[in-house]
């Protein structure tokens, strides 16, 4: 019972530097989400897939690319890294039509230098 | 979509009823209420949703008002694994939303701290 599974867990960039943040989900779900949380606010949607071969932007697509490479991966790109990028992203899945119950992974923390 | 008001913090005894209040005066009627919980590092997980009537499960029961305008949650018997930040939310539901679908909006929660 995996779930939604996201690595890696922690990762430090430099400015400039590019990296691909991967999730992929067990559940046959139709929908991935990515989500940033900074501290002591709220998660901010950043991209969604609402089935395989779809994407679409969120609140905070800016800097930020995802590919949806089949009905379990949704991955996330930063194509060059930027410091106001240091987050927590969450990676999470749900079946469409589920009234918006989720399921989220464990989260990357990503530090940007 | 409707926000909500959640008040920052609550405390709780281990073994004692946690009742979180939310209040969401401008929720139209298609809005169901949705309860959320993150804890320390981890994702959010879901705990309860509901529209109009009581909902309760295994994790929780959710009491509506009768004018929508406002929900508890409530922790039956809180443990101190349910220290967390909860979020109310309120949203639309249904299939096939386009550009809203997912979009849940968060806000900052209730941090709720049971001690021993």
């Known amino acids: 019972n995996a779930g939604v599974t996201q690595t890696p867990k922690f990762q430090v960039l430099k400015t400039g530097q590019s990296m691909t943040l991967q999730c992929a989900q067990d559940?046959?779900?139709?929908?991935m989400y990515w989500y940033r949380q900074d501290p002591g606010m709220g998660l901010r949607l950043i991209y969604y897939?609402?089935?395989?071969?779809?994407?679409d932007k969120g609140e905070v697509p800016n800097g930020y690319n995802v590919s949806r490479l089949n009905k379990r991966e949704f991955s996330l790109r930063l194509e060059s890294a930027a410091p106001s990028q240091t987050s927590v992203y969450f990676c999470?899945?749900?079946?469409?039509?589920?009234?918006?119950?989720?399921?989220f992974g464990s989260g990357t923390q990503l530090s940007v230098l | 979509d409707a926000k909500t008001t959640q008040p920052p913090s609550m405390d709780c005894a281990e073994g004692r009823a946690a009742n979180l209040p939310c209040n969401h005066s401008t929720i139209s009627g298609n809005e169901y209420v949705y309860w959320y919980r993150q804890i320390h590092s981890q994702g959010p997980q879901y705990i309860i949703h509901g529209l109009k009537n009581n909902e309760t499960n295994e994790m929780a029961s959710l009491i509506i008002t009768e004018d929508r305008k406002s929900s508890t949650l409530i922790l039956p018997h809180a443990t101190l694994r349910d220290t967390a930040v909860y979020y109310c939310i309120v949203r639309v539901a249904g299939v096939d939303r386009g550009s809203t679908l997912g979009r849940l909006y968060f806000g900052r929660g209730t941090q709720l701290t049971v001690w021993p």
């Open positions: 559940m046959n779900h139709n929908s």
């Open positions: 999470a899945s749900g079946p469409t039509g589920s009234q918006e119950k989720l399921f």
């Open positions: 897939s609402a089935s395989e071969g779809t994407t």
